[in-house]
DNA sequence: TTGAAAGCGTTACCAC
DNA sequence: GTGGTAACGCTTTCAA
């Protein structure tokens, strides 16, 4: 059995109300009380009971993220600076993966609600937000990467219409004159790169062919780079070939860029590939992909700084939204010149 | 304020022990009153305050997992597969990355613990058990990947002396003579590795310079590769060059093969190159990555297995340990046939 | 500056 | 089958 806060009190000759002050340095207490209980609560390696304190405080310090994929790098590096960022203000974070199926999203949810977390962080794969209305009823609710129109919600993730763009300015500077797509699932993320890809293009005069904007099912790792190849062969299959391809995330441009290779293309030189998402593997393959960062590290920490500022709130006020801008990383993959 | 137990209990003129037994479908209760009862528990979206529970339960449905680092393909898949068979089991998994630091995992463990986990699972990077060896007293503690001598603890990890002695054998059917080894840190794991893959070169008859036997630090993702090419460098500047070399880790091979490539080396002919992890990138490398694979997923599930097995027992026996057997991934950074 | 009493939302125990 | 009562370990409130 664990040392309790009652034990070191009656041990000690105090009452347990001082002990807890002591341990939560309240002013309301004698400094050598104080000093007699701390010294005797590191001798006993005494730890607070935070279940205890929760039921009371009405307050967890547990922070629940919710993603499709762990293994993904740009989620893996969203845990990992959120974790980090979170630790310094004293709050924890609970991981749940949904394999990308927003049944199984929807459960894991449900399941963390149950725990009375202080605020719930979700990248969600749902088609819609009817499964999250009745979630904000449980406390905070941050909306990760992907938001839903319609749905009104505190948000963190990148302006993906500049995505979007970025990818095609480069591409048009780097002397590509027939561009494609392979686009991502038609949800807000991936209609909004299609739109800015689609405007730069034509703010440059440049025609895209209906057949140049491929459609992809929404996958998991594996299949990804799988579909990434197919969508490459239609590509390729074509009378007129495209000489620049911007690809909805980097799993997609590797199984192109894969099949490209394979198929004796040259990259960059017969065709310029880039993806979206600058995964750390990116710099390590045979040509270099060239990526939109999507700045996971950030979205982490600017998550955690929301996080704070939404607990602090005593009443909860408009939703509060932070819109990051994509970056560039030019590699092998795209550079002509 | 969300609806509580007793709120049902009063609205359905029941106590609110009746409501609890028909949550937890507990014999004692008429079909009826149940019906009733999970009715409305529906309608009203009623969650169950773990916090409570736990709290007069004793038992938290919470798993701690610490990590060196989450980015860490290894890791991470360690992580999701966990994480997915937990919540089969109705346990969540809270997950903390230690950055590699001994100092802050100490941390990060003393906080979770405060948790009241029902199960610790801890990949430490700590140089002694010492600050394990209080951890225990807070319940049940599992070691992953990386075990203690002379510390007595449940343990899942892969048998790293067969790892060596794989990757030895491999090479050495492969036609390789002059074998090196950039070898990890000097703790169980580095040292059990090297001393399979030298045991093996010796049955073979086959002589290793001192020199072929490399030291790295420990380190994070980012300079990993680094010290890989750097190694490489040392190992390339001898008289006698080495032809195969197994790397320690992925991190450390794809270092040391880039700066082959890179310095004119052909690979595998001139030089064979495997290394351990298997990481999820590494047949999309220029120069596919043979590698050790450590089966992350399987450890993630049998630590799952270990974690309902030892919340089940009512006295703690003795450690309970699960060692996997590593396998090869022949890729052609080491196929020379 | 200290502490007694009341409770947080739930479950265990044992009467009825 | 059902429910009253007493916890679980802590914090809040307020009186001393």
């Known amino acids: 059995m664990p040392v309790r806060l009652k034990d070191i009190a009656k041990e000690l000759g105090v009452s347990a109300v001082t002990v807890s002050k002591a341990l939560r340095d309240h002013p309301d207490i004698g400094q050598k009380t104080k000093d007699k209980i701390l010294r005797r609560v590191k001798e006993l390696n005494y ?18 993220l919710v993603v499709p994929d ?10 990992k600076a959120l974790s980090a960022a979170l630790r310094q203000k004293g709050y924890f974070l609970i991981v749940a993966s ?47 990467d992907r938001n839903f129109p ?53 703010r440059h005069g440049l025609e895209t062919p209906d057949s140049y904007i491929l459609e992809t099912r929404e996958s998991a790792d594996a299949a990804g780079e799988a579909l990434g190849a197919e969508a490459l062969d239609r590509l390729m299959a074509q009378a007129q070939r495209p000489d620049g391809i911007f690809c909805f995330n980097d799993l ?6 894969m099949r490209a290779l394979e198929t004796g293309v040259r990259i960059p030189q017969e065709l310029a590939i880039i993806g979206c ?21 950030e979205i982490g920490s600017r998550a955690a700084e929301m996080i704070a500022s939404l607990i602090a ?25």
Do not use: W
């Open 98 to 144: 949904s394999d990308s199926d927003p049944a199984l999203e929807q459960n894991e949810i449900e399941h963390m609600l149950q725990h009375r977390l202080d605020c719930l962080v979700v990248a969600s794969c749902q088609k819609d937000a009817a499964g999250l209305r009745q979630v904000r009823t449980g406390g905070h609710l941050i909306l990760l």
């Open 47 to 64: 730890r607070p009971n935070l279940t205890a304190r929760s039921l009371v405080t009405g307050r967890s310090s547990l922070i629940g």
């Open 70 to 79: 762990l293994i993904h790098p740009f989620f893996s590096e969203i845990a």
């Open 313 to 337: 709130q005593p009443t909860s006020n408009k939703p509060q939204t932070a819109i990051l801008t994509p970056t560039l990383v030019v590699r092998a993959s795209s550079q002509r010149q």
């Open 252 to 257: 997609l441009a590797v199984g192109a860029m």
């Open 150 to 202: 319609g749905f009104s919600s505190n948000f963190v993730g990148i302006d993906d219409y500049k995505a979007g763009e970025l990818a095609a300015e480069h591409l048009i500077a780097q002397g590509c004159r027939r561009l494609a797509h392979i686009r991502g699932p038609h949800n807000n993320v991936g209609n909004r790169r299609a739109e800015g890809f689609l405007a730069a293009l034509k």
């Open 277 to 297: 998402g600058n995964y750390h593997y990116c710099n390590k393959l045979g040509v270099p992909l060239s990526s939109v960062d999507q700045g996971a590290v």
